[in-house]
């Protein structure tokens, strides 16, 4: 989306089984986010997970992660200055969207379950190939 685009709000109705919008609206109180904002962040995480991925090469050794959090950091610092607060928190705000396209997609592939019972994430059984 580019930055000149209608930034005008509309509003968008969906209708889900009421376990499911419970469950969505006990995490959405966990995060302390509005009904709305939750349902608008978890569309926008999931439509990240829809893009097309460039394959990173893996790292062996201790450095599973690669260079990602540098090659990020970089990013941010080509653009603007920051402090190391600010760093923090965009740096802590991608790894809150990874984690978010992450879950999303475990659970479309049935490996995991949000459960609003037992008060948080569990697996289902189904699904893991691991073994785990």
């Known amino acids: 989306?580019?930055?000149s685009a209608d930034?005008?709000?509309k509003a968008v109705?969906?209708?889900v089984p009421a376990y499911q919008?419970?469950?969505w609206q006990s995490h959405a109180d966990e995060l302390d986010m509005s009904q709305s904002e939750f349902v608008r962040t978890m569309v926008q995480a999931g439509r990240k997970g829809l893009e097309p991925v460039t394959a990173e090469?893996?790292?062996p050794g201790s450095n599973p992660?690669?260079?990602g959090l540098e090659t990020r950091v970089l990013e941010l610092l080509s653009a603007?200055?920051?402090s190391w607060d600010e760093l923090l928190e965009a740096v802590s705000d991608d790894i809150e969207s990874r984690l978010d396209e992450?879950?999303?997609q475990l659970q479309a592939d049935n490996r995991i379950r949000y459960s609003g019972r037992h008060g948080g994430y569990t697996t289902t059984g189904d699904g893991d190939s691991d073994g785990n």
């Open 65 to 67: 992660g690669g260079n």
């Open 57 to 59: 090469p893996e790292s």
């Open 13 to 15: 109705k969906t209708y």
């Open 102 to 104: 992450t879950l999303e």
């Open 80 to 82: 603007d200055t920051y």
């Open 7 to 9: 930034s005008s709000r």
């Open 1 to 3: 989306m580019s930055d």
């Open 21 to 23: 919008k419970d469950e």
